[in-house]
C-alpha cells in the first residue's frame, strides 16, 4: 500500500493514517509515509536499542524497524499474520515501525487536533502529539520524532552546531516562533539565543501566532513586533502551511519574512512551501542553518 500526499497547500487540513497497537488506536500524519508494508521476519542488530527490532532491506536501502508495541510498553503481537511496517520518512531519515494492523486514511482539520495536556505530556516526556475523536474512537497521534531521538538523540537538533558558530552579537530583532513541542521548543529557543537572538516570543501553534500577528496588525506595530516567524509544520489548530499562507496573503503582513524549520522537508513539501511563498524551508536537525537564515533574513 503506498500513500501520498493529496491536500492542497495552506488548507489546515491533514491525512491521519490511523493504526492499531494492542487494542489501541494511534494515528501518523501521512506526510511522513513512504509506504506501507506487510510484516516479515527483521533482521536483529547485536547490541541495538531494545526497543529496535532489527533491520530489511526493501529496495536496496536497509531501514531500521522500531517496534512500537515494545516502545509504548504495550504486549507484543499475538499474530504476526496482520503485522505491518510504516516506513516513514522525516528528519533526512528512513525508518519502519512495526505496528499491529493499519485501519485506514482519514481526511482532518488541524482545528480538530486537541492538545494533549500536562497530565499526559507531563514536563514534555510524553509521546503523545494530539488526540481526535473519530466513529467514537480516541485515536492518539504520536510524536514519531521524540521516540526516534529517544532511541538515538542524534537524529533531533544538532545543538552542537551552534557552538561553532562562534562568538556572535547580542541581536534583538524580535522574532516569532511556533512551535507545538516543548522540548524541541525550548531547544529552538535556546540554540537561537546563544546564537545572539534575545528577543523571542514563543507560541504553542499557528493560531496563537496568527492572532498575535493580527493584533500587531490591528494596533499598527507590525515592524516594531516582529522581524522573523519561524514555523513548524505539524501543529494543532492551525499547522505551518496555513500560517504561512496568512501571512504572505496579507497586504500589510507579506514582507515578513517565514522559515519553515520542520521535520517534514522533502521534496513535495518544499514545493508546496514555496507556492505559499515561505522564504526559507529546513529539516529539524539544521539548528546551525536555521541561524544562518534568520541572519539572512533579517539583516
Known amino acids: 500500500?503506498?500513500?501520498?500526499?493529496?491536500?492542497?497547500?495552506?488548507?489546515?487540513?491533514?491525512?491521519?493514517l490511523e493504526f492499531k497497537v494492542g487494542s489501541n488506536y494511534y494515528g501518523i500524519n501521512v506526510a511522513k509515509i513512504k509506504e506501507i508494508l506487510s510484516y516479515k521476519e527483521p533482521t536483529p542488530i547485536p547490541n541495538a536499542h531494545p526497543c529496535v527490532e532489527g533491520i530489511f532491506m526493501p529496495r536496496d536501502v536497509i531501514i531500521s524497524i522500531i517496534d512500537l508495541a515494545k516502545?509504548?510498553?504495550?504486549?507484543?503481537?499475538?499474530?504476526?499474520?496482520?503485522?505491518?511496517?510504516?516506513?516513514?520518512?522525516?528528519?533526512?531519515?528512513?525508518?519502519?515501525?512495526?505496528?499491529?494492523?493499519?485501519?485506514g486514511i482519514h481526511r482532518v482539520s488541524w482545528a480538530d487536533i486537541i492538545k494533549p495536556d500536562?497530565?499526559?505530556?507531563?514536563?514534555?516526556?510524553?509521546?503523545?502529539?494530539?488526540?481526535?475523536?473519530?466513529e467514537n474512537r480516541l485515536i492518539v497521534i504520536l510524536d514519531f520524532e521524540k521516540?526516534?531521538?529517544?532511541?538515538?538523540?542524534?537524529?533531533?537538533?544538532?545543538?552542537?552546531?551552534?557552538?561553532?558558530?562562534?562568538?556572535?552579537?547580542?541581536?534583538?530583532?524580535?522574532?516569532?516562533?511556533?512551535?507545538?513541542?516543548?522540548?524541541?521548543?525550548?531547544?529552538?529557543?535556546?540554540?537561537?539565543?546563544?546564537?545572539?537572538?534575545?528577543n523571542i516570543k514563543r507560541f504553542n501553534d499557528g493560531?496563537?501566532?496568527?492572532?498575535?500577528?493580527?493584533?500587531?496588525?490591528?494596533?499598527?506595530t507590525i515592524k516594531e513586533n516582529v522581524h522573523c516567524v519561524i514555523t513548524d509544520i505539524e501543529m494543532p489548530q492551525m499547522d505551518g502551511h496555513r500560517l504561512t499562507k496568512l501571512i504572505?496573503?496579507?497586504?500589510?503582513?507579506?514582507?515578513?519574512?517565514?522559515?519553515?524549520?520542520?521535520?517534514?522537508?522533502?521534496?513535495?513539501?518544499?514545493?508546496?512551501?514555496e507556492s505559499l511563498g515561505a522564504d526559507a524551508q529546513l529539516t529539524k536537525p539544521e539548528i546551525g542553518k536555521l541561524v544562518g537564515a534568520v541572519d539572512k533574513l533579517i539583516y
Open 207 to 220: 493560531l496563537a501566532a496568527w492572532n498575535e500577528l493580527s493584533e500587531y496588525k490591528a494596533n499598527g
Open 71 to 103: 516502545n509504548l510498553n504495550l504486549a507484543p503481537s499475538t499474530d504476526k499474520s496482520k503485522d505491518m511496517y510504516i516506513v516513514t520518512n522525516f528528519n533526512n531519515l528512513n525508518i519502519a515501525f512495526h505496528v499491529h494492523g493499519v485501519v
Open 147 to 198: 521516540i526516534v531521538s529517544d532511541i538515538n538523540p542524534e537524529t533531533g537538533l544538532r545543538v552542537s552546531d551552534i557552538a561553532h558558530l562562534g562568538e556572535r552579537e547580542r541581536n534583538n530583532a524580535p522574532i516569532l516562533m511556533a512551535e507545538d513541542s516543548p522540548l524541541l521548543g525550548k531547544l529552538i529557543y535556546d540554540s537561537l539565543a546563544k546564537a545572539g537572538y534575545t
Open 1 to 16: 500500500m503506498e500513500t501520498g500526499i493529496l491536500l492542497e497547500s495552506g488548507t489546515n487540513e491533514l491525512e491521519i
Open 118 to 134: 500536562d497530565t499526559v505530556n507531563s514536563a514534555g516526556l510524553g509521546v503523545a502529539t494530539g488526540i481526535i475523536k473519530i
Open 248 to 273: 504572505k496573503d496579507d497586504n500589510e503582513l507579506k514582507e515578513v519574512p517565514v522559515i519553515i524549520f520542520s521535520s517534514l522537508i522533502n521534496d513535495e513539501m518544499r514545493r508546496k512551501g
